[in-house]
């Protein structure tokens, strides 16, 4: 079946940069999103690209999609200690459910 | 607020007791989902329901049943509850612009 790779853990100060990384195996997977889970909570919809794009920026978070090589990254400007949570890349082809990574937890400190 | 309500928020139960979850989105969606979080595994799709009337098997749905009672709500049954399947479980609708969760049930099987 398809699947969706990630980091599990990523550790940054604040004020830095941090970047989440997947990779993706489906050739067919025409949406990619990137959802943030706060502890006890649900996913939140952070952002998505689509596949005939390479990047898309929106405020502090920038998506770089590198499709010949089923690459996606989540470029996070400025982390704050509020951006500490768990990220989740996941995918679909639009004809079949979304697909999720195993998520990377973000912490970020002081 | 519109979105995706799911109840009970926790619950614990005794192996083979039986329960249902529930779940109602106001957003028109016509596709409904049950995924089930566990850690260190992302969240793996139980059951869906491409729009009312139909449901189908995702990658987990050994030990559970659903029914789309409307366009609105979508139930998961475990009729004989098992420790294997202490979990967090969200319930998820969609539109071609994507996913919207539920805040999740925490269920704990002893």
């Known amino acids: 079946g398809e699947d969706v790779e990630q980091s599990l853990f990523l550790s940054v100060r604040e004020g830095d940069s941090s970047v989440i990384n997947c990779t993706y195996t489906d050739s067919s997977s025409t949406y990619l999103y990137w959802y943030k889970q706060e502890p006890g909570a649900g996913l939140q919809l952070l952002t998505y690209?689509?596949?005939?794009?390479d990047m898309k920026q929106d405020q502090r978070l920038t998506v770089l999609l590198n499709k010949k090589d089923k690459h996606l990254s989540l470029r996070i400007a400025d982390t704050q200690t509020g951006d500490s949570a768990i990220y989740f890349c996941a995918e679909t082809s639009g004809y079949s459910t979304l697909t999720f990574g195993k998520g990377t937890m973000l912490l970020v400190s002081p | 607020n519109a979105g995706v309500t799911q109840t009970p928020k926790f619950q614990v139960l005794k192996t083979g007791q039986s329960m249902t979850l529930q779940c109602a989105q106001d957003m028109n969606h016509n596709s409904m989902y049950w995924y089930r979080q566990d850690p260190g595994m992302g969240l793996r799709l139980i059951y869906y329901?491409?729009?009312?009337?139909?449901?189908d098997k995702g990658e987990v749905p050994n030990g559970y049943n659903v029914s789309r009672l409307n366009k609105r709500e979508f139930s998961l049954r475990l009729e004989s509850a098992a420790p294997s399947q202490t979990s967090v479980y969200f319930c998820a609708s969609s539109d071609a612009y994507g996913y919207t969760f539920g805040s999740g049930t925490r269920l704990t099987v002893v």
């Open positions: 690209i689509f596949s005939n794009m």
């Open positions: 329901s491409a729009s009312e009337g139909t449901t």
